[in-house]
């Protein structure tokens, strides 16, 4: 009798510490007490099953954990045109799911609609812990705020929000397994690209960037996450500034950049802006040589993880191609999105803006 009573004891102690999570959490058979990106303690019950997400990227992030039974409704902005939104495009019931409010960054949740749908859990990105707090308070459902920190591609924040979700959902594995295919990413493509001197290395410029909208070829980015990635040589790096960035378009003659990478959102208005200035498109040798080359959009209701991570290998292609021999950048896309979305979307998202390919402007 007391060496079962002794193993019973043992059993509950070993129980309850493994209900100790890597991210500081403490579960018990009651429930969970997590502390969300913005440092806020949430209670709530262990394994929710029914789930919102609000805020720009908020779905986008549950999505890669492919339980679409888990979702219970969704923001306008995410219901309406499923456009560079791989995660919609992949899921198209969520467009039969009831409306939580209009979702974008101005405006404010619904909370009756939120009350209509019954989540057990609220997945936040609109970031202040007083917005949370509020939320929570009107509600009564708790609310997690996650994030994506600076970069979102391979971003810290973006690893532990994934592991809140997977650890508030009863998935932690999965949530793993995601943020492990992510490092496994990140190490490849910098591993490829470490020993490569500066010196072999050609000069590169990203332009069209999606900032709020579609730019000509003037919207770049300093410290540029996907050419980081590869350890790329980018002309705009000298100016030190980080961020979006829209240059004097004079500058870019004056680096005049090897090769040119221009994003899928804004190729239209760097071609109209051509047909009317062709004479300063002439003067750049990545266009004088047929070296400007298109990357997939990937800045839509934020930043599209998975997207991201297909341009980097793609630039990578094309800047060392001894070092991504083995790569076919749309074989890795499809590959990227199987794993984080469960389909094959390249297809998809090259019809709607022309897929990895050489850019002739005129």
């Known amino acids: ?19 100790f999570s890597t991210s500081g959490a403490y579960a018990d ?18 394994g929710a099953e029914r789930v919102i997400a609000i805020g720009p990227g908020a779905l986008r992030l549950c999505a890669y954990f492919k339980n679409v039974e888990m979702i219970v409704g969704i923001e306008q902005m995410d219901k309406g045109n499923p456009l560079g939104k791989p995660y919609v495009i992949a899921n198209p019931s969520y467009a ?36 949370a707090d509020k939320l929570q308070s009107k509600t009564g459902i708790p609310v997690v705020a996650i994030s994506y920190g600076t970069t979102a591609v391979f971003d810290p924040d973006s690893y532990d929000s994934i592991k809140l979700i997977g650890q508030v959902t009863g ?21 490829r690209t470490k020993d490569i001197a ?33 350890n790329a040589k980018n002309v705009v790096d000298e100016l030190g ?21 221009l994003d899928g959102g804004g190729i239209e208005a760097v071609q109209q802006d051509y047909s009317k200035n062709s004479r300063y498109y002439r003067v750049l040798a990545a266009v004088r040589n047929d070296q400007v080359y298109a990357q997939l959009p990937y800045n839509y209701y934020t930043t599209n993880i998975d997207t991201a991570i297909a341009n980097a290998y793609y630039i990578g292609k094309v800047l060392y191609p001894s070092e991504f021999e083995d790569i076919e950048p749309v074989v890795k896309a499809n590959e990227i999105y199987r794993f984080l979305l469960g389909k094959e979307l390249y297809s998809q998202m090259a019809a709607d803006f022309g897929g990895y390919m050489k850019v002739k402007l005129d």
Request: aromatic share 8%.
């Open 1 to 19: 009798m007391f060496l079962r009573n002794k193993a019973l004891v043992l059993t509950i102690f070993l129980s309850t510490i493994l209900l």
């Open 29 to 46: 058979v009651q429930g969970l007490i997590i502390t969300d990106m913005t440092g806020r303690q949430v209670e709530l019950s262990s």
């Open 96 to 131: 039969d799911l009831p409306l939580i409010g209009p979702g974008g960054p101005n405006n404010a949740p619904d909370p009756e609609k939120i009350l209509a749908v019954r989540p057990d859990v609220i997945f936040s990105t609109y970031g202040d812990r007083a917005s």
């Open 171 to 191: 998935q932690p594995e999965r949530a793993q397994a995601i943020v492990d295919y992510m490092e496994a990413c990140r190490r490849d493509l910098y591993d």
């Open 198 to 230: 500066d010196a072999d290395k050609p000069s590169v410029y990203m332009g069209a960037l999606n900032m709020k909208g579609a730019h000509g070829i003037e919207s770049t980015q300093g410290d540029y996450a996907l050419f980081n990635a590869v």
């Open 241 to 261: 500034r980080t961020g979006s960035i829209m240059i004097d378009k004079e500058k870019l003659i004056g680096w005049n950049p090897d090769i040119i990478f």
